[in-house]
């Protein structure tokens, strides 16, 4: 499985907007860019995917680098419920298999 | 919805003791697995089911079982429980690969002395 590089922690203010990086130089043709979320205590949820153009919906963007070695989620307007460790997957065309990483530990400052 | 239930929610095993965490998902969903989660760390993956009647290991399958036991559950069992098995584990489901979003139950934390 390919991997993902992300920053361990970051912070923002809130009701601005916030970056969260992530890098994968080794992505294959194939593979998905994934993006969860997990609140303290909770089980992780689906933030949003990709595989080569920008997709946006209700809860964020994904920005996808045309050559595909990074991505960026994008938070448009942080709130301090979307405090959470932001995980950057790769997956499969054809896996099952949803492996994490450590992710990304996102403070929001009111 | 429920989405995906598991059971028990807590648990304090001894070692040696062997219990098994229920998961059923109400989505219709093929494709079911198991995750455990240490302190500060990132989910593993222990087993995972593609589709009713097939499973397979994931990462960290070393001292669990599962059984599909039918579209809806997936079960996870521990033997012989051992201190390194305390985590936190979620199961989860979802309509098949790849692009398809996979759904996370609460957790179930469990605990070996």
């Not at chain 2, 003791?17 to 990132?42: E, K, V």
């Amino acid at each position: 499985d390919a991997k993902t590089t992300q920053p361990n922690s970051m912070e923002s203010n809130e009701e601005e907007p916030v970056h969260l990086p992530c890098n994968h130089s080794t992505i294959s043709g194939t593979d998905y860019i994934h993006w969860y979320r997990q609140l303290p205590s909770q089980g992780p949820e689906y933030v949003i995917h990709g595989l080569t153009s920008n997709v946006n919906n209700r809860m964020a963007s994904l920005a996808i680098a045309e050559d595909r070695k990074s991505s960026t989620l994008i938070l448009h307007r942080a709130t301090l419920r979307d405090a959470a460790v932001y995980y950057c997957i790769l997956r499969d065309d054809s896996s099952y298999k949803l492996i994490f990483g450590s992710g990304t530990r996102l403070l929001v400052r009111p | 919805n429920a989405g995906v239930t598991q059971t028990p929610k807590f648990q304090v095993l001894k070692t040696g003791q062997s219990m098994t965490l229920q998961c059923a998902q109400d989505m219709n969903h093929n494709s079911m697995y198991w995750y455990r989660q240490d302190p500060g760390m990132g989910l593993r993956l222990i087993y995972y089911s593609a589709s009713e009647g097939t499973t397979d290991k994931g990462e960290v399958p070393n001292g669990y079982n599962v059984s599909r036991l039918n579209k809806r559950e997936f079960s996870l069992r521990l033997e012989s429980a051992a201190p390194s098995q305390t985590s936190v584990y979620f199961c989860a489901s979802s309509r098949g690969y790849s692009g398809n979003t996979i759904y996370f139950g609460e957790g179930s934390w469990l605990t070996v002395v």
